[in-house]
């Protein structure tokens, strides 16, 4: 997988994009119903696509689809060390 991030001012948002390379990723993308989400899936790949700009990142939530299921809005936060 390959992942596109573009920041949305600073209210921690971003835009992070999805990009299958291989036939089975693909797949797994195409295979998705919008009216039954497999979250876990979904949110596991945005993590990665987060935490590739920022291993600090961590996602809050998926809140809008630009282009289900592979390019969305997302909130984050940065996790503080102690």
């Known amino acids: 997988m390959k992942y596109t991030y573009q920041p949305l001012s600073s209210k921690k948002q ?4 999805i990009i299958p390379e291989t036939e089975k990723e693909q797949l797994l993308f195409s295979g998705m119903d919008k009216d ?13 696509g987060l935490e590739g700009n920022n291993k600090y990142a961590a ?4 809140d809008i689809f630009l282009i289900f ?14």
């Open 14 to 17: 971003a835009i992070i994009e």
């Open 36 to 48: 039954n989400i497999d979250q876990d899936t979904l949110y596991h790949y945005y993590c990665k």
């Open 59 to 62: 996602l809050l939530s998926i």
């Open 69 to 82: 299921p592979t390019k969305a809005i997302i909130s984050y936060d940065i996790a503080k060390g102690i």
